[in-house]
């Protein structure tokens, strides 16, 4: 495995298509395009890593697998009378498909259904106790209590975020929204801010790839049915619009942030974390798409048999 990722790693760095960095969040324009990082958490608990697989960068929308994790725990499936389970087929921050279908976001990974998320995780509570209760949940998860949010690209983020808030005020105009829509969103800018490194986030994803078992304990972080669901919305909404390519080319449930990370899982096997910067046209990691492409046939690891 270890020879696998050198490999990975060196292919990368000679890559000069290395994509364009996510500019519309200013904090995130200055990060340098050169990196990469790789991690894999085998099932057995065994790590690998190469790149800059230590650094840290902002998981953006990858922080959505864990809210949505959150969201099921506290209310079950009532949280899909507000929140589809299809693919859009449409970029991350349209507002388009809203108006069609009454302020029913397509999917919790795209950024309304992230909102309405959000919003049905806060319960009355207010964002810093919401966020609280994120930050460490996935301290709980990745085992790793030195995590945290990364506040110049959370205030970033809130300076920018015209267009998240036109799809939460829709929503709220539609009576999706119970909160108060600028809690919401500050909410929601904060979690999307969580910084972490491809180890952490490897280590973060292992109760997907554990059929919802806590790794390092024999706790249950959700039940083997959730584990599953949750994966399968990965695999059909996790990367937007690029949801199809990417299971074509890797075949693999993943979700991905415009900070370059994605996180991707092989049921049963091991749960991968990738970082470079540089997106495609869609908004997501180039390097990291085509990194987990080389390693899901180095492996076999695809969903899809061999």
């Known amino acids: 495995m270890q020879k696998i990722l ?18 519309y969040i200013p904090q995130l324009a200055c990060v340098d395009s050169n990196q990469f990082g790789i991690t894999v958490v085998l099932a ?13 960068f902002s998981i953006q929308s990858i922080s959505k697998v864990f809210t949505l994790t959150m969201a099921l725990g506290k209310i079950g499936d009532a949280l899909w009378s507000n929140v589809g ?5 449409d970029a991350f921050n349209s507002i388009v498909q809203l108006e069609h279908e009454h302020g029913k976001p397509r999917n919790p990974f795209i950024n309304a259904g992230a909102i309405a998320v ?4 806060m319960m ?50 539609f009576g999706r929204i119970k909160h108060l829509v ?12 969580i910084a972490m490194n491809c180890e952490q986030l490897a280590q973060a994803g292992m109760f997907l790839a554990l059929d919802g078992m806590h790794q390092n304990s024999t706790n249950r972080v959700v039940s083997a049915q959730r584990a599953r669901r949750i994966n399968s919305l990965m695999l059909m909404c996790g ?29 049963g096997k091991a749960s991968i974390a990738v970082w470079s910067p540089g997106l495609d046209s869609v908004g997501n990691s180039k390097l990291g798409t085509e990194a987990l492409e080389i390693l899901v046939q180095q492996t076999g690891w695809s969903i899809f048999g061999h």
């Open 124 to 173: 009355g509570h207010q964002p810093k106790e919401t966020l609280a209760e994120i930050v460490q949940f996935v301290r709980y998860i990745a085992n790793d209590s030195s995590i945290s949010i990364d506040d110049k690209v959370a205030r970033s983020e809130v300076e920018t975020g015209h267009r998240n808030a036109s799809l939460a005020h829709f929503m709220a105009s």
């Open 118 to 121: 959000v919003d049905a995780i």
């Open 182 to 193: 600028d809690c919401v969103l500050g909410t929601y800018y904060h979690h999307c801010s």
């Open 85 to 89: 389970r299809e693919p859009s087929g």
């Open 44 to 56: 057995d608990g065994q790590v690998f890593s190469a790149g800059s697989s230590a650094q840290l």
């Open 6 to 23: 050198d490999d990975i790693n060196e292919l990368m760095a000679a890559n000069t298509d290395r994509g364009k960095v996510a500019d």
């Open 239 to 267: 990367h937007y619009d690029g949801s199809g390519e990417f299971a074509y080319r890797v075949g693999l449930p993943g979700k991905s942030g415009v900070g370059g990370g994605i996180l991707a899982i092989a049921p």
